[in-house]
T-cell receptor, first 111, second 114 residues
Framework: SQQGEEDPQALSIQEGENATMNCSYK?????LQWYRQNSGRGLVHLIL???NEREKHSGRLRVTLDTSKKSSSLLITASRAADTASYFC???????????WGAGTKLIIKP | ETGVTQSPTHLIKTRGQQVTLRCSSQ?????VSWYQQALGQGPQFIFQ???????GRGNFPPRFSGLQFPNYSSELNVNALELDDSALYLC?????????????FGSGTQLSVL
């Protein structure tokens, strides 16, 4: 079973625009991570936000976490063609070190 | 470049056969996790090994088994392959068992069961 649900399932925008993806989850978490996957291959870690944090930045990435709504958002500013990929959120819970993943958002950046 | 390598990259098997997938973790990473990813879905946790012992397991039957070796390599074995086992299999390593560690993924093995 999957914990997270990303929204939208797919997003197509023009290069230079901002892209926002959302993730909702069901149970309490210790942390939430975002990963990127190109062409169905390996995933690359983007950013981790802990349950006591509300916002985090890394370069053109901004992640927010609202534990009361059990949701997170990933904002990519000034998108580039190289940002075309699928983006997944994954949650870590309690003493269980396993990550539980959503189904992902497919992002397409049009030149 | 994550420093995690998987082999083979592609594999075709027939139903009922057995398969072994291999992963080489980053040096010094004591934890390896294996995931199954069906097309268009997120990864599903299979199991995790820490210092050569299984540390946790997802909702997968016993015909999915694994090993982790002292040289930071590991294996995923699947017996009695079924058509639904067709998927991308990913291994991921991390330094330790801390729940807030990021994972370093290999590029995966695409398994097709005919």
């Amino acid at each position: 079973s999957q914990q997270g649900e990303e929204d939208p399932q797919a997003l197509s925008i023009q290069e230079g625009e901002n892209a926002t993806m959302n993730c909702s989850y069901k149970t309490s978490i210790n942390n939430l991570q975002w990963y990127r996957q190109n062409s169905g291959r390996g995933l690359v870690h983007l950013i981790l936000i802990r349950s006591n944090e509300r916002e985090k930045h890394s370069g053109r990435l901004r992640v927010t976490l609202d534990t009361s709504k059990k949701s997170s958002s990933l904002l990519i500013t000034a998108s580039r063609a190289a940002d075309t990929a699928s983006y997944f959120c994954a949650t870590g819970q309690g003493s269980n070190y396993q990550l539980i993943w959503g189904a992902g958002t497919k992002l397409i950046i049009k030149p | 470049e994550t420093g995690v390598t998987q082999s083979p990259t592609h594999l075709i098997k027939t139903r009922g056969q057995q398969v072994t997938l291999r992963c080489s973790s980053q040096s010094g990473h004591n934890t390896v996790s294996w995931y199954q990813q069906a097309l268009g879905q997120g990864p599903q946790f299979i199991f995790q090994y820490y210092r050569e012992e299984e540390n946790g397991r997802g909702n997968f039957p016993p015909r999915f088994s694994g090993l982790q070796f002292p040289n930071y390599s590991s294996e995923l074995n699947v017996n009695a392959l079924e058509l639904d086992d067709s998927a991308l299999y990913l291994c991921a390593s991390s330094l330790d068992l801390q729940g807030d560690e990021k994972l370093f993924f290999g590029s995966g093995t695409q398994l097709s069961v005919l």
